[in-house]
């Protein structure tokens, strides 16, 4: 069987997001202990500087 944790990440900053993943984890792994389990989340993005390119520090 395979597992499947979506929206959550281990290395996500929120730690309540990355507490419920090893949760869900560790439950899922007790429950299907042959069972492969992956967690696939999204990853933080810095958005673009909204300063014109010609302004320094942006």
């Known amino acids: 069987m395979r597992i499947l944790i979506l929206w959550a990440s281990l ?6 997001v990355r507490a419920l993943a090893v949760g869900t ?11 492969e389990i992956q967690i696939q989340g999204t ?5 673009p500087c909204p300063c014109s390119p010609a302004v320094e520090g942006c």
């Open 25 to 35: 984890r560790a439950v899922a792994a007790q429950v299907y202990p042959d069972a």
């Open 11 to 16: 290395d996500q900053p929120n730690l309540g």
């Open 43 to 47: 990853v933080a993005v810095t958005p």
